[in-house]
């Protein structure tokens, strides 16, 4: 039973323009939500993160926006470029900044490929 | 200063073997935690080590798994009697604390034949 589901294996997009990468979630206690990407052969590196008492957090060209309600949060990529072609996983956990000792429950992730 | 290491980068493996994968995490990070990662799937949760506290070990998928930290430096991660399924890329990720973003090594690819 998936409690992170990235619904896209693949995007691909034109460079220049936005990229939205979903995610859904079914654990309501998930409290905090991170997206990593992953270049082959390397270990996944953190991008950005937003806890469930914002609704939005911005971070140069990347926005996560979350909505709680919905259980649902996107990444937004604005312009893209070619070099953020790779995987991007989304991850959740039901701790913040001293919690618990839970580790990240990840999506599938999501192939994103920019075309020139 | 560094990042996250493993060791080794790719391990094949005869099945009914049993292998032993290292990480070793950034100095300073109390956290460190194992996941791995099978072909078509996400990341799946392995293990938690949070400085000399009693490791939280729910991800584990079997008895033939196990994990051990010295202090709050380097991790084994060992898997006896290897099965086919165990094939998969083993990251290790650490961070300053629970609930801190964590940085991940580049993995170890095992393959059981």
């Known amino acids: 039973d998936q409690q992170v589901k990235q619904n896209s294996p693949s995007l691909s997009v034109q460079e220049g323009r936005i990229s939205i990468l979903n995610c859904d979630y079914t654990?309501?206690?998930?409290?905090?939500f991170l997206w990593y990407k992953k270049y082959p052969a390397e270990g996944p590196t953190f991008l950005i993160s937003?806890?469930?008492?914002?609704d939005k957090n911005e971070d140069g060209r990347f926005t996560v926006f979350l909505n709680k309600s919905a259980k649902h949060l996107s990444l937004h990529i604005v312009p893209s470029q070619p070099g953020d072609s790779a995987v991007y996983f989304c991850?959740?956990?039901?701790?913040?900044?001293?919690?618990?000792?839970?580790?990240?429950?990840f999506g599938k992730g999501t192939h994103l490929i920019i075309q020139p | 200063g560094a990042g996250v290491s493993q060791s080794p980068s790719n391990k094949v493996t005869e099945k009914g073997k049993d292998v032993e994968l290292r990480c070793d995490p950034i100095?300073?990070?109390?956290?460190l935690y194992w996941y791995r990662q099978r072909l078509g799937q996400g990341l799946e949760f392995l293990i938690y080590?949070?400085?000399?506290?009693?490791?939280?070990k729910s991800g584990l998928p079997s008895d033939r798994f196990s994990a051990e930290r010295t202090g709050e430096s380097v991790s084994t991660l060992t898997i006896q009697r290897t099965q086919q399924e165990d094939s998969a890329v083993y990251l290790c990720?650490?961070?300053f604390g629970p609930g801190w973003e964590q940085y991940f090594g580049p993995g170890t690819r095992l393959t059981v034949t």
């Open positions: 990720a650490s961070s």
């Open positions: 654990n309501s206690m998930f409290d905090y």
């Open positions: 937003i806890s469930s008492i914002k």
């Open positions: 991850a959740a956990t039901p701790t913040y900044s001293g919690g618990g000792a839970d580790g990240l429950t």
């Open positions: 100095s300073g990070h109390t956290a």
């Open positions: 080590f949070q400085g000399n506290s009693a490791p939280d």
